[in-house]
């Protein structure tokens, strides 16, 4: 998906090719503008487009063996409901949840809502047991589902797989970002989603046994800004945008930022498709224009700009670490002129990797 913020005027009525969205399987690429569906008649209602696991258009939706499916399991009006893109419970819950939002709070309970204990859409029909799946929200969570339960459709079941995470931005932020030609601010959680029908995901209660050696045992993860808003003053926003300022996700904390870096952690050091070397950026606070050393590098690493290096007049740093892989964790201890330290404790380097793809990859398909 693909959003022109140039042509987006809030008050106003977003002109075409304001939101573009391309969907793909091999051999097939459709491009479609959505711009009229956030003006007039829209699934969703005025002002918004759902996009989630189900193909929308609906020459990819029959070669990605989606129909099929729905007629499997005894059409758009049965079970078979669940693999439909405008009748699943999914676009259902969007359907009533879109005019609800109006602001960042509302958006971000939208994108992580599961309430599949309560909420009617979540239910199941035709004797299933438990009548109601957590895989029936907008954020999955079916590691929640039960492992003995009687699914009559075997997607709702138990599965080893959750909405991991959630992203969003607004307008303001999008616009301030371009002026500043700084990155692009989003507020992120990361995690699957903890409400009241969904505890936090944590690897010693979950059903989900799986090495996770590194990763955090419990993910109850506050919602956080990346990147950090640049250091200029923040620009005037539209008076018709109802958007918040961006807000600030900066911390004083001295030595490498803790809401990026922290113990047990690994560096890039190489990318895992070409095999060349990527120097990890590390970055963070210290006293102004202080001088940091680090130690414990392992053999050979190479620090840029130096070693030590400088902070700049505003107490910000940023280097870039060249290691090769390793597997035994050092401790990377940062120490200023100050007397100030921090350290890293069992810091890999090696290669990082996020292998992803839609959670209907592995739903069968065939190009006739």
Known sequence: MV???NLFTPGAAPPPHTLTVLEEMPGHIVVTDRTPELTGASPWGGGSWASYNVVADPTLF?????????????????????FTYLNTSRANIFRREAPRVVDLATTQRTIRWNEFTTDPLSTLACGSNPPFSATNAIADRSDLNEKRGDYKVP???????AGIDAKVTLISWV???ALREGELPLAAQSGPTITASCPAFSFANASVKAPHKGLNDAWNFPWVVKPFPPVAPPLPLDPLDPTPPLPSAHTTAWGPNPLVFGDHMVLASRTPWRGGAVPARVFGTAQPSERVTITGLPAGAVVTPGNPFTAGADGNWSVSIAAADSNVGVTLTFTGASGATAALRDVLFGVTALCSGQSNVRVRWWLR
């Open 3 to 5: 959003v022109d913020a």
């Open 62 to 82: 029959k070669l990605s063996g989606q129909q099929a499916l729905v007629d499997e399991y005894g059409g758009a009006d049965g079970p078979g409901a669940f």
């Open 155 to 161: 997607d709702l079941g138990h599965g080893d797989g």
């Open 175 to 177: 616009k301030a970002a």
